[in-house]
């Protein structure tokens, strides 16, 4: 069997596992947190009525044993269903499909822009490094990682928005626009298949604030490995070689340190994206972007148990996706680890 045919068996065996082990670890978490989902679902008159908080517990299995309850749900996973939420009385696996391409719909353009900024700022820095430029990008990307996100969302918001009015306020549509018709759930995608472009321009223009944001802060923090690999690069020994011939100092860059310093950076860019695609929870929750993360933080708020599993499973399988993905592309920029 080829060595990479190999690695991908191994891990999505070790997926499976992974899984289960998530399965177990938050299912018991979110058992022992203090706090009674009946009264964080039911009103304060319903769930002083006894008979109407029994109920509620008999209806969400929540009287049974926890080996029951949890016997109970990893049945039900095995056999494609998640759940239904408490706090939307829908199935979790039909949020999830709803939430999650808005996740995506900023994750990935942020994730994109912060590379192509990361790499080309990073490789400036370490090629002149001692000088002001260095310095000034060092400063930039510590600005960048001091800077919580939630006070960075609110500032920008009040800015862009409030003073200068260049973007909206939130959401994903303005309010005099219908959403596409589904297809992806992502709506500029789904608005370029249905040929509407003025709905397409108004989801782009939402979409700048939450995707400057995150962008900015996945800057900062792949600037420090971009710059520190590309160091380390530079000061070996065929790098030395190569400059002693003469080389010029392009083919240098690309061709050789470019190539070699970006192995560390592939890891924490993926780590990034992983973390990115789980849900930008702070920034989602100012925005009121209907992401992920603010269905995962609303689904805390109300001990919504079905919904925390569903969510936390979705975000170790992307993990663990994101990581295999990030092997793969180990094998293609250095074929010696591919032939191991």
Request: hydrophobic share 50%.
């Amino acid at each position: 069997m080829p060595p990479l045919v190999k690695t991908i068996a191994k891990r999505v065996l070790t997926t499976i596992v992974l899984l289960w082990g998530v399965t177990v670890v938050t299912f018991l978490l979110v058992s022992v947190v203090p706090g009674d989902p009946a009264a964080a679902n039911l009103s304060q008159q319903a769930y002083d009525d006894p008979a109407i908080r029994e109920a509620f517990r008999q209806k969400w299995g929540l009287d049974q044993p926890l080996i029951v309850q949890y016997g109970r749900y990893l049945w039900n996973i095995l056999h494609g269903d998640l759940g239904t939420s408490q706090q939307t009385h829908r199935p979790v696996i039909q949020d999830l499909g709803q939430y999650i391409p808005a996740t995506i719909e900023i994750a990935i353009p942020a994730m994109i822009i912060a590379i192509v900024i990361a790499v080309g700022l990073g490789i400036l820095s370490a090629m002149r490094k001692g000088s002001a430029t260095d310095n000034g990008i060092r400063v930039l990307s510590l600005t960048g990682l001091s800077t919580p996100p939630f006070w960075l969302a609110l500032v920008a918001l009040y800015i862009f928005f409030y003073v200068l009015g260049w973007v909206p306020n939130g959401g994903r549509l303005s309010n005099s626009f219908d959403p596409p018709p589904t297809v992806t759930g992502m709506y500029t995608v789904d608005a370029l298949f249905a040929g509407q472009f003025d709905v397409f321009w108004d989801a782009v223009w939402h979409l700048v604030l939450p995707v400057g944001i995150l962008a900015f802060l996945t800057v900062s923090g792949l600037l420090r490995f971009v710059r520190s690999s590309m160091l380390e690069v530079l000061d070996s020994d065929y790098i030395r070689a190569a400059v002693a011939k003469g080389l010029p100092r392009r083919v240098i860059t690309w061709r050789h340190v470019f190539r070699a310093g970006l192995l560390p950076v592939l890891t924490v860019s993926g780590l990034t994206m992983a973390s990115l695609l789980g849900g930008a929870v702070l920034v989602e929750q100012i925005l009121s972007w209907p992401g992920l993360g603010q269905y995962a933080y609303k689904s805390a708020l109300s001990l919504d148990l079905q919904a925390i599993l569903g969510v936390t499973l979705f975000v170790a399988l992307v993990y663990t996706l994101i990581n295999l993905l990030v092997d793969v592309l180990y094998s293609v920029v250095d074929p010696r680890i591919g032939s191991k």
